[in-house]
């Protein structure tokens, strides 16, 4: 199975300048999830940027970086679908290179490991799945079951509708519920170019992790406690 690992990493960071290129514990950010990833089953590693510096990191590291992401594709508000769909588009006109799967790899988190994602195609090759998305449970007041929020009657209620004296009295009694935590997607490409494009499909599987096993960095006090924590664990 051709699955190509593909990490977005633009140039224009506003809340951490240069975030993706910056030195953590001595590498550029960008350089945790190459190595990973080159360390992983993945067929290919590519980076999408737009930024002529991150191009030449990336490459140092081991990654491809066969183009450039057009501008257009590299606005703040730029969602991460039609960033990968570009990459798929360009591939397929300039090399005929359609992979069977896709992993999208957030450069903002550097602790993911090669053998989480061996685990998330362990896991779409035995299910077949459109996608498989990486959680960590949603425990105690992150769990949908204490979760309130207010009605159309501006009633405040529980999330699932039913009045706040219902609300679970235990943390052992309430459902199973799970957060994503962005440090891995693997998907079907033709969930790109659905009505909707999406990173999902239809049929998902979870890959459940621990909460300390990832990181998403977006501010530079979460910058901070990363650096830290890394250190402790020995990176």
């Given amino acids: 199975m051709e699955i190509l690992g593909i990490i977005p990493a633009r140039g224009g960071s506003k809340s951490i300048p240069r975030k993706n290129i910056k030195p953590l514990l001595g590498k550029p950010l960008i350089a945790w999830s190459i190595e990973s990833a080159k360390q992983s089953k993945l067929s290919r590693v590519i980076v999408s940027t737009d930024d002529a510096e991150i191009a030449a990191v990336a490459k140092k590291y081991g990654a491809e970086v066969p183009f450039m992401r057009p501008g257009e594709f590299a606005l703040d508000t730029t969602p991460s679908e039609p960033v990968l769909r570009h990459a798929l588009d360009w591939l397929k006109k300039h090399e005929n290179y359609v992979p069977d799967a896709v992993a999208l790899l957030q450069p903002t988190n550097p602790i993911r490991t090669a053998k989480q994602i061996d685990n998330a195609i362990e896991i779409f090759i035995e299910k077949q799945p459109d996608s498989v998305v990486t959680v960590h449970e949603a425990i105690a007041n992150n769990n949908p079951g204490w979760i309130l929020k207010r009605n159309e009657k501006d009633e405040v209620v529980l999330w699932n509708g039913d009045p706040l004296r219902k609300i679970p009295a235990r943390r052992q009694e309430l459902p199973k519920g799970y ?21 999902y499909g239809s049929k998902v599987e979870l890959l459940v992790m621990q909460e300390n096993e990832s990181a998403d960095i977006n501010t530079s006090s979460d910058w901070d406690l990363l650096e830290n924590r890394m250190k402790l664990l020995g990176y």
């Fill in 179 to 199: 957060s994503r935590n962005d440090c891995i997607y693997l998907f079907k490409p033709q969930n790109l170019y659905e009505e909707t494009p999406n990173l």
